[in-house]
């Protein structure tokens, strides 16, 4: 089975600075899928970026990176240019390269959250 | 485009009684997933539907169920309600399991809001 571990419970950060959450998981698994969702208070989870575990190139998407490290299994979120709308709980996810008939089902942490300061 | 839509938003039960949830998925999306988010932690994951077929089921007991539609829509069943099922019921969708040109999974699922139930 997958576990995902998100071992800071809270974080804060000034508007404008760098902010980096972590995320570390353990699967037996080669190839497989990482995500960061965003919750805001709203509730609505938000995918903020995707990383396939066969590339060894690290995702971006505009302000979110991510630091890909397999071999430590290790998962972490750069957000650069905070603002204040990022405040949200962060949710670092695993999902299993699905076989033929085979589900692909989320494994969550158990979240982070973001304050960012004014 | 509507996103993945959930209902009712909110909703009040009392112990023993039964409750039924909806999902609307993104048009064009064929899979359905219900996951159960308790209060301070992750969702866990509860099932998947795709083509109307079950797909996963999570360590969930047999109180639970779930069906999925022709036109892919989706209703989660809870029976026999206990306190500690009060939690916010997320669905979500994805246009398949895997890429139908790479044959690669991970294809991102879109969260409904979610409906929030709580038990007295």
């Known amino acids: 089975a997958q576990t995902v571990t998100q071992s800071q419970p809270e974080m804060s950060v000034q508007e404008a600075e760098t902010v980096t959450l972590s995320c570390t998981y353990d699967?037996?698994?080669?190839?497989?899928?990482l995500f960061w969702y965003k919750q805001p208070p709203s509730r609505q989870m938000i995918l903020v970026i995707r990383?396939?575990?066969?590339?060894?190139q690290n995702a971006t998407e505009n302000r979110f990176s991510v630091n890909f490290q397999k071999a430590a299994k290790s998962f972490s979120l750069k957000i650069s240019d905070s603002q204040l709308g990022d405040t949200a709980m962060y949710f670092c996810?695993?999902?299993?390269?699905?076989?033929?008939?085979?589900?692909?089902?989320?494994?969550f942490g158990k979240g982070i959250t973001l304050s960012v300061r004014p | 485009d509507a996103g993945v839509t959930q209902s009712p938003t909110h909703l009040i039960k009392t112990r023993g009684q039964q409750v039924t949830l909806r999902c609307s998925p993104i048009?064009?999306?064929?899979?359905v997933s219900w996951y159960q988010q308790v209060l301070g932690q992750g969702p866990q994951f509860i099932f998947q539907?795709?083509?109307?077929?079950?797909?996963g089921r999570g360590n969930f007991p047999d109180r639970f169920s779930a069906r999925q539609f022709p036109n892919y829509s989706s209703e989660l069943n809870v029976n026999a309600l206990l306190l500690g099922d009060s939690a916010l019921y997320l669905c979500?969708?994805?246009?398949?399991?895997?890429?139908?040109?790479?044959?690669?999974?991970?294809?991102?699922?879109?969260f409904g809001d979610g409906t929030r139930l709580s038990i007295l």
């Open positions: 699967t037996s698994e080669n190839n497989y899928y």
């Open positions: 996810a695993f999902m299993k390269h699905n076989a033929a008939g085979a589900n692909s089902k989320l494994t």
């Open positions: 979500a969708s994805s246009p398949e399991l895997r890429d139908r040109v790479t044959n690669f999974g991970g294809q991102p699922q879109h």
């Open positions: 990383q396939e575990a066969y590339k060894q």
């Open positions: 539907y795709y083509e109307k077929e079950e797909r």
């Open positions: 048009s064009g999306h064929k899979s």
